[in-house]
C-alpha cells in the first residue's frame, strides 16, 4: 500500500511542477490636444471651432488583465480581461463597464488553435487596425461607417487558428441568450446596436511582403434584423471586406473595401441608407527606425439620400523609446450636399457634426504610453 501511495504522490508532484503560469498586467494610456472646425455653431447655423483635451485620438486608452496556464501536452489554459477608459478624464469605457472590451477564459492549443468563450471586441474591430493606414485613430476608417466597424460581442465563442503556410481562420459567434434565434441580449454595452445576434469568419494570409484578408460579418439589431430606421446600416447590417497590405521594405502601402447591406429598411427616412461602399487607402513611410509618416484617404458613398464623403488625412508618429511615442494627425473631411459625415465616428445628426454639405478639419498631437 505504502509504494503504491508513494507512486501516486510521485506522479501528483510531476503534473504540479510541469504545470506553469503566468499573469500579466498591461496597458496603454493616449492623450492630446486636438483642434477641430467646422462643428455647428449653438443656434444650429454656422460654424465654430473647439480645442480640447482628448484621449483616444490616436489609440484607445486601455489596461487589462492576461494569463496563461501551461496544461501539458501543448495545451494552455487562458484568460483576458481589458477594459477602456479615458486618460483625460479617468472615466471608464462604454457604459461605465469595467471589462467593456474583453472578459474571456479558454484553451489555446499549439496545434489546433485558441477557443475563447465571453466578451470580445468583433472580427473587424479586432483586426482592422493591422490593414488600416492609420490603424484605427479616431479620424480614420470608423469615422466614415460611424463606428459600424467599433462593434464589441457579449455572450461570444470565438475560435482563431494556428498558421498553416501563411493561411489562418477566425470565427466568432454570439449567442443571444434569448428564447428567438435571431434575438440578442440587450443592455450590454454594444457599440450601436444594443448587441443582437453577431457572428464572423475572417480568413487571413501573411508572409514577409503581403498581408491579405477577406472578411464577413453580421451584426443584428435586439429584434434580429439587419438595418433600423433609426441607424440604417451603421448600427446593425452585412459586412464585406477585403484588402490588405503590401511591404516594400520601408514602405507600407494599404487598400481595403468595406460594404455594408442591409436586408432593406421598410419607412427609412432620407439621409438612413440600406447600404454603403467605403474604400480606402493609403501609405507608411518608416523614415528611421523610430519615425514613420502616413498619408490616408478614405471615402464613402451610401445610398437613400446618405450622400458620400472623403476624408484626407497625414500624420505621423515617433517612438521616444520602446514604449513611448508622440503622434500627430491632420485631416480635412469634404461631405456631398447631403452628407454631415464628421472626423469622428458619429452617427447622422450628431452635434459636432458638420451641417449637411459643409467640412470639417482638424489637428491632433499628442503622447501615447504603453507598459
Known amino acids: 500500500?505504502?509504494?503504491?501511495?508513494?507512486?501516486?504522490?510521485?506522479?501528483?508532484?510531476?503534473?504540479?511542477?510541469?504545470?506553469?503560469?503566468?499573469?500579466?498586467?498591461?496597458?496603454?494610456?493616449d492623450v492630446g490636444v486636438a483642434y477641430m472646425s467646422g462643428i455647428p455653431g449653438t443656434t444650429g447655423g454656422g460654424s465654430t471651432s473647439r480645442i480640447s483635451l482628448e484621449s483616444g485620438d490616436w489609440g484607445t486608452s486601455f489596461w487589462g488583465l492576461k494569463g496563461t496556464e501551461d496544461l501539458g501536452g501543448g495545451l494552455s489554459a487562458v484568460f483576458r480581461l481589458e477594459g477602456s477608459f479615458s486618460t483625460a478624464t479617468g472615466a471608464l469605457g462604454a457604459n461605465g463597464d469595467i471589462w467593456n472590451r474583453y472578459a474571456?477564459?479558454?484553451?489555446?492549443?499549439?496545434?489546433?488553435?485558441?477557443?475563447?468563450?465571453?466578451?470580445?471586441?468583433?472580427?473587424?474591430?479586432?483586426?482592422?487596425?493591422?490593414?488600416?493606414?492609420?490603424?484605427?485613430?479616431s479620424w480614420s476608417s470608423g469615422s466614415?461607417?460611424?463606428?459600424?466597424?467599433?462593434?464589441?460581442?457579449?455572450?461570444?465563442?470565438?475560435?482563431?487558428?494556428?498558421?498553416?503556410?501563411?493561411?489562418?481562420?477566425r470565427g466568432q459567434y454570439s449567442l443571444g441568450n434569448q428564447t428567438s434565434f435571431n434575438n440578442g441580449a440587450t443592455g450590454n454595452g454594444g457599440q450601436l446596436n444594443d448587441e443582437g445576434r453577431s457572428d464572423a469568419v475572417e480568413l487571413k494570409y501573411n508572409n514577409s511582403f503581403v498581408q491579405l484578408r477577406v472578411l464577413y460579418d453580421e451584426v443584428r439589431n435586439v429584434n434580429?434584423?439587419?438595418?433600423?430606421?433609426?441607424?440604417?446600416?451603421?448600427?446593425?447590417?452585412r459586412e464585406y471586406m477585403a484588402g490588405g497590405n503590401l511591404i516594400l521594405g520601408p514602405v507600407t502601402l494599404n487598400a481595403m473595401y468595406d460594404g455594408l447591406r442591409s436586408s432593406g429598411i421598410n419607412g427609412a427616412p432620407t439621409g438612413i441608407p440600406t447600404t454603403a461602399n467605403q474604400e480606402y487607402g493609403g501609405v507608411t513611410w518608416?523614415?528611421?527606425?523610430?519615425?514613420?509618416?502616413?498619408?490616408?484617404?478614405?471615402?464613402?458613398?451610401?445610398?437613400?439620400?446618405?450622400?458620400?464623403?472623403?476624408?484626407?488625412?497625414v500624420g505621423g508618429s515617433y517612438n521616444l523609446s520602446k514604449r513611448t511615442?508622440?503622434?500627430?494627425?491632420?485631416?480635412?473631411?469634404?461631405?456631398?450636399k447631403n452628407a454631415d459625415f464628421s472626423l469622428e465616428a458619429n452617427l447622422p445628426g450628431n452635434a459636432d457634426n458638420p451641417l449637411p454639405g459643409h467640412s470639417q478639419s482638424g489637428v491632433y498631437a499628442g503622447i501615447e504610453h504603453s507598459f
Not at 503504491?4 to 510531476?14: D, P
Not at 475563447?116 to 493591422?130: I, P, S, V
Not at 511615442?325 to 456631398?336: C, E, G, K, M, Y
Open 224 to 237: 434580429g434584423g439587419l438595418g433600423d430606421t433609426t441607424n440604417g446600416v451603421w448600427g446593425s447590417s
Open 286 to 313: 518608416h523614415a528611421t527606425p523610430a519615425a514613420q509618416l502616413i498619408a490616408a484617404v478614405y471615402h464613402v458613398n451610401a445610398n437613400n439620400g446618405a450622400g458620400n464623403a472623403t476624408i484626407y488625412t
Open 325 to 336: 511615442l508622440l503622434d500627430i494627425q491632420v485631416a480635412t473631411v469634404r461631405n456631398s
Open 1 to 29: 500500500m505504502k509504494k503504491y501511495l508513494l507512486a501516486a504522490a510521485l506522479m501528483s508532484t510531476g503534473v504540479i511542477s510541469h504545470a506553469q503560469s503566468s499573469v500579466t498586467l498591461y496597458g496603454r494610456q
Open 104 to 137: 474571456t477564459v479558454g484553451f489555446s492549443s499549439n496545434q489546433f488553435g485558441t477557443l475563447l468563450f465571453g466578451r470580445e471586441l468583433t472580427l473587424d474591430g479586432d483586426d482592422l487596425w493591422a490593414y488600416d493606414p492609420f490603424a484605427q485613430s
Open 144 to 169: 466614415l461607417v460611424r463606428g459600424r466597424n467599433w462593434q464589441d460581442s457579449s455572450n461570444n465563442i470565438s475560435y482563431d487558428s494556428q498558421n498553416y503556410g501563411g493561411f489562418s481562420v
